[in-house]
């Protein structure tokens, strides 16, 4: 077991050693060693999107990458390769920034440094005007709100080496009614902000299933989320479900995907009965749905 350094010292010390060693711009040659980059869909990525990222290259036995100042942990699959998830934040800045990926062959010499640009696009959010009735106006003030997210933001700077998931699914059948990344207005102005999950239609006592394999490390009420049960899947995912009318689950326990983890309800801030899913990938709230969308490889055997 290679003890960790704390994540923005390792970032750190990354980006000195991106300083300080030559660089290729796709691809990197030290000795006989070349390495190779994809990212999936493609390089060019929304705000709030997800690309998977995957590393190949002779003898790998440690890698990693940073990107707008995130540490990218990366994970040897049955295939081969290294994966990782290059999580680009919903208010990052549009426009190109370099991606480097620092192999080891051996953990006793520097690192082989491969780069290559990747561009983030507008995420084409919508803009949404809610109105909330008069009875949950008290759940428009701003430093409630401040205090609802930032309990959730510290569980999501959790990273969990051990990947507990397989693949991931929609928790509930139910259409979408409010996408990912929204601007909104509450009330008239008294309060803006964004939407940070997915909204599914269902009634109330609609069993809400777990996305993946994981354990459960939150689950109580909120405010804003109502009754909300966050499960952290590994490497660095974790999914969130809002809302709910019962929470049928407790932190620490492992649960498998699918296995019911509560109801549908009307808890915290709504205009009605719906499920909101939130996910967050590297410390950043994500488009689940668009997530959905990528073939995650095994991991490697042990």
Do not use: C
Not at 66 to 94: C, E, K, R, Y
């Amino acid at each position: 077991m290679s003890k960790q350094l704390p994540s923005a010292l390792l970032i750190v010390g990354l980006m000195v050693l991106a300083t300080l060693f030559p660089v290729a711009s796709l691809q990197a040659q030290s000795g006989s060693q070349q390495v190779s980059i994809t990212l999936e869909p493609g390089d060019e990525l929304r705000q709030g999107r997800t690309a998977l990222l995957r590393v190949q290259g002779p003898d790998i036995v440690q890698a990693q990458a940073t990107f707008l100042g995130t540490m990218i942990q990366l994970h040897p699959t049955n295939v081969g390769d290294w994966v990782g998830f290059l999580a680009i934040s919903m208010d990052a800045t549009p426009g190109e920034s370099t991606l480097d990926v620092f192999t080891w062959t051996t953990l006793e010499q520097p690192p082989t440094i491969t780069s290559r640009p990747v561009t983030v696009l507008y995420g084409e959010f919508d803009s949404q005007d809610i109105e909330i009735s008069y009875s949950l106006e008290p759940l428009l003030d701003p430093e409630l709100n401040a205090e609802n997210f930032d309990r959730i933001e510290r569980v999501h700077q959790r990273t969990t080496p051990e990947r507990m998931f397989t693949s991931f699914v929609q928790p509930i059948p139910g259409p979408v009614i409010s996408a990912f990344g929204g601007f909104r207005v509450y009330n008239t102005d008294q309060l803006t902000g964004r939407h940070t999950g997915v909204d599914y239609r269902a009634v109330v006592g609609t069993p809400v299933g777990a996305a993946s394999d994981g354990r459960v490390v939150f689950a109580e009420h909120l405010p804003i989320h109502g009754n909300h049960v966050i499960i952290d899947h590994g490497w660095g995912i974790l999914t969130g479900y809002s809302h709910l009318s019962e929470i049928m689950v407790v932190p620490g326990q492992l649960v498998r995907q699918g296995e019911i983890i509560g109801l549908v309800g009307n808890t915290g801030r709504v205009q009605g009965p719906h499920l909101h899913w939130e996910m967050a990938v590297n410390g950043y709230w994500i488009d689940a749905a668009q997530f959905l969308t990528l073939n995650i490889p095994l991991p490697a055997p042990e």
